[in-house]
């Protein structure tokens, strides 16, 4: 199975993190991906990527209105949105990748 992993963020951490994470695991799903989206909230860091996570990752989504720890990412194909663009367009996203419109970090 093809394995997309992701990190949401934004300023607050409150709501906006949650929902643009299941927005995304949701796509996932219905498009044949195995998810793993790291949430960074006012609580801190959830569900962490781990290096296996990451070497498995066919891509990375960064859906994010804050700074995120980017250089693990080094060498995956890796594409940046807004939180609000993974909450409200999340199908486009997954379709920019699977169109190749990517690139490698």
């Given at each position: 199975?093809?394995?997309?992993?992701?990190?949401?963020?934004?300023?607050?951490?409150?709501?906006?993190?949650?929902?643009?994470?299941?927005?995304?695991?949701t796509?996932?799903?219905?498009?044949?991906?195995?998810?793993?989206?790291?949430?960074?909230?006012?609580?801190?860091?959830?569900?962490?990527?781990?290096?296996?996570?990451?070497?498995?990752?066919?891509?990375?989504?960064?859906?994010?209105?804050?700074?995120?720890?980017?250089?693990?990412?080094?060498?995956?194909?890796?594409?940046?949105?807004?939180?609000?663009?993974?909450?409200?367009?999340?199908e486009?996203?997954?379709?920019?990748?699977?169109?190749?419109?990517?690139?490698?970090?």
């Open positions: 199975m093809k394995k997309v992993i992701g990190v949401c963020a934004c300023p607050a951490g409150i709501a906006h993190t949650y929902m643009a994470a299941e927005n995304l695991e796509v996932a799903k219905q498009k044949g991906y195995e998810a793993k989206i790291e949430t960074n909230g006012s609580s801190g860091v959830e569900n962490p990527l781990t290096i296996e996570d990451i070497s498995q990752a066919e891509f990375v989504i960064i859906a994010a209105d804050t700074r995120v720890e980017m250089e693990r990412f080094r060498g995956k194909k890796l594409i940046e949105v807004s939180v609000t663009d993974a909450i409200r367009n999340a486009k996203i997954f379709n920019e990748v699977e169109q190749g419109r990517v690139s490698e970090y």
